[in-house]
């Protein structure tokens, strides 16, 4: 629950906060982002970036992290639907049990890095590591997941506020939108609508906000979904 105070913060959900930071979204430039990152001189150059963020490397810049983030569009293995482990049952299973073990947890963790091999920047995953390295009490690894989560909660929430079609937050994949709305602590009525815009609007379960939903840009997936 403190986690999801927390990103909610960064994410700039709320209140007036949102009046105050409107003017600094800032919607990606897809063109720019693939041309900086596939130049091969360019110190953003996507495999240069990506061997920083794996090896942890704390220097990586909130543009960096944008470039990491929405570039990732324009490599190989990118899905629109998000993360598809091969582990996806095994994991479906382990959180069904009443009652999970270590060992069940320690298989989660397996089964979750696996899946960060091909899904990188896959929230639901890299949030699930930083909660069962949490319970683990390893506090190295659960100061790194929480550390990208942050960086990549804040590269989204620099592109909008979510709150109309035109200021929707920009995400990676339809996955992304549902666990946007999971870790800012609403629930997903079920229904959703695409508006003139090219956003999604997600409508959410009745919640203490009075957020009746979430707008996500889609252009670009849908984009990439043609390809």
Do not use: W
Request: with cysteine.
């Amino acid at each position: 629950m403190v986690y999801k105070l927390l990103l909610a913060l960064v994410l700039c959900f709320g209140s007036a906060v949102y009046a105050q930071n409107k003017k600094g979204f800032e919607k990606p430039d897809y063109k720019n982002i693939e041309r900086i990152t596939k130049d091969k001189s360019s110190p953003s150059y996507y495999p240069k970036l990506m061997k920083r963020y794996e090896a942890n490397d704390v220097t990586l810049t909130a543009d960096d992290h944008r470039l990491l983030y929405y570039g990732f569009f324009f490599q190989p293995g990118y899905r629109p639907s998000g993360s598809s482990s091969k582990y996806n049952d095994s994991l479906k299973a382990i959180f069904k049990k009443q009652d999970i073990t270590d060992a069940d947890r320690r298989n989660a963790i397996r089964y979750t890095l696996d899946d960060l091999k091909t899904s990188p920047f896959s929230l639901k995953d890299i949030y699930r590591l930083y909660n069962l390295y949490e319970l683990f009490k390893d506090e190295k690894n659960t100061a790194i997941y929480l550390y990208k989560l942050e960086k990549l909660a804040q590269a989204i929430s620099s592109t909008g506020d979510a709150m109309t079609d035109t200021t929707g937050l920009h995400i990676l994949s339809i996955e992304d939108e549902y666990t946007v709305i999971s870790l800012l602590g609403y629930e997903f009525s079920g229904s959703q609508s695409r508006t003139p815009n090219g956003c999604e609007y997600l409508l959410l379960r009745k919640n203490e906000d009075g957020i009746e939903g979430l707008y996500f840009d889609v252009k670009q997936i849908l984009a990439m979904s043609k390809k």
